[in-house]
């Protein structure tokens, strides 16, 4: 079964509302969490990594305001997508690590703004 | 570009046959991981291979690593219809953050 679980694997909403997925670590604790975006037929962009406890690091040109980040247990990260526009439609996807060389994906949230 | 290249991009064989798809990086690595998608679905993981391997099997997939180049190709040999879908390289950079820069990503397509 998946040890990382999204939620929800679809949303649609309102252009200009704001939107939240979930990721969870399930049976184990993810000090560090990874939010990447996938627009159709295209690669995984990295958005941001997101820390336990404390701001997560965006990468270049992704806008922290926007996508806000919380990561406020070992096990949860949430992605909030605010004001959301017909272009921030996209697939979403979160990891999580763990150990060293594990990652887990989850099996990603299909965002539709209209 | 924060992403690797990928070649082919798309590729289309028939059943039986081999599939191999190539993949170049930028930086320094930890290690190299390929990844299937199904459409609209998500990834999943199909081998790690290490810096300092530079050969590896699993089942029907091969993986090979070229750091001084930096390269790796995936092989898929004796091809099945189940086998269409993206593939995906993925770094993790020197420091083994966990952070992983995907390649542009090559369509298999095998056709029955």
């Known amino acids: 079964g998946a040890v990382v679980s999204q939620h929800p694997s679809r949303v649609i909403c309102k252009s200009g509302t704001s939107v939240k997925i979930e990721c969870r670590s399930l049976?184990?604790?993810?000090?560090?969490m990874f939010w990447y975006r996938q627009f159709p037929k295209q690669s995984l962009m990295l958005m941001a990594t997101s820390n336990e406890g404390s701001k997560a690091t965006y990468e270049q040109g992704v806008e922290k305001d926007k996508f806000l980040i919380n990561h406020a247990s070992l096990t949860l990260s949430t992605l909030t997508v605010t004001s959301a526009h017909p272009e921030d439609s996209s697939f979403y996807i979160c990891?999580?690590?763990?150990?060293?060389?594990?990652?887990?994906f989850g099996e990603g949230s299909w965002l539709t703004v209209v | 570009s924060q992403q690797g290249e990928e070649d082919p991009q798309a590729l289309s064989i028939q059943e039986g046959e081999n599939a191999t798809m190539n993949c170049s990086y930028k930086?320094?690595?930890?290690?190299l991981q390929w990844y299937r998608q199904n459409s609209g679905r998500g990834l999943v993981h199909l081998i790690l291979i290490r810096s300092n391997e530079r050969e590896k099997h699993s089942g029907r997939l091969r993986v090979t690593l070229d750091t001084s180049k930096k390269s790796s190709s995936l092989l898929i040999t004796a091809s099945r219809a189940a086998d269409t879908a993206s593939y995906f390289c993925a770094t993790d950079a020197t420091g083994n953050t966990g952070k992983l820069i995907f390649g542009q990503g090559t369509t298999l397509q095998v056709k029955p």
């Open positions: 990891s999580a690590r763990q150990g060293v060389n594990t990652i887990y």
């Open positions: 930086t320094s690595i930890n290690n």
């Open positions: 049976d184990f604790q993810a000090t560090t």
